[in-house]
């Protein structure tokens, strides 16, 4: 008998709107998955043959992309950041929408032109995407690594300007920051572990069947 399918799910902001599409494709985690209590990170579902595990958004990636496991969704910009070759994304969720954005203090903001720079120094938890970004202007960006907290980083003087997930625009409003560029719009995708597609054939219905919910989005 084949191990489960092993299906990883983000912690935090997607998971409410990626529960009820799981629920219409026809997976429903147990009831110890919603218990706040509970320090378990794998769960059973109504389905014998498919356990979820919620870990970070970050790690959904790295865990379909070795196999660990064999289903994810993740926001695009984490597609972006690490291009994970086993991966394949091919179902556009539609949902999680937001944009990953260069965004520095309002002072700066109105005479800056980063084109006439050569070098930038940026905090974000998005260093290889940036680099890539800036490298495209023919600037070099130095990254500082942050998991969180990025908007204050530039009023304590560790970078001028930060790249990250924006959304209502609030957190940056409220810490006098403002977006000047946008590195690429965000949506949440379905993902699959490229050995796994060919190896496991449950695995191609299930995606057939999110394809249906979500009107037949792909990705790459």
Request: charged content about 25%.
């Amino acid at each position: 008998m084949a191990d489960p399918i092993i299906f990883a799910i983000p912690k935090g902001r997607i998971l409410d709107e990626a529960l009820p599409i799981l629920a219409e494709a026809g997976i429903v985690p147990n009831d110890d998955f919603h218990d706040k209590q509970s320090r378990a990170l794998r769960f059973g579902t109504n389905n014998p043959d498919i356990d979820i595990i919620r870990v970070r958004a970050f790690d959904v990636a790295t865990f379909v992309a070795h196999g660990a496991a064999q289903l994810g969704i993740v926001g695009s910009d984490v597609l972006e950041e690490f291009r994970y070759s086993e991966i394949y994304a091919p179902v556009d969720l539609g949902i999680g929408h937001c944009r990953l954005s260069v965004a520095e203090p309002e002072d700066l903001a109105a005479s800056d032109e980063v084109r006439e720079r050569s070098h930038v120094r940026i905090a974000t938890k998005y260093p290889n995407f940036t680099r890539r970004h800036f490298e495209a202007k023919g600037v070099q960006a130095e990254c500082v690594k942050l998991n969180g907290a990025m908007e204050i980083a530039p009023a304590l003087g560790l970078t001028r300007r930060i790249v990250d997930l924006v959304s209502t625009g609030g957190t940056l409003k409220a810490n006098r920051l403002v977006e000047v560029d946008v590195l690429c719009e965000v949506t949440s995708r379905l993902i699959v572990n490229r050995a796994a597609f060919k190896t496991r054939p449950e695995i191609l219905p299930m995606l057939e069947r999110f394809r249906e919910i979500v009107g037949g989005g792909a990705g790459a």
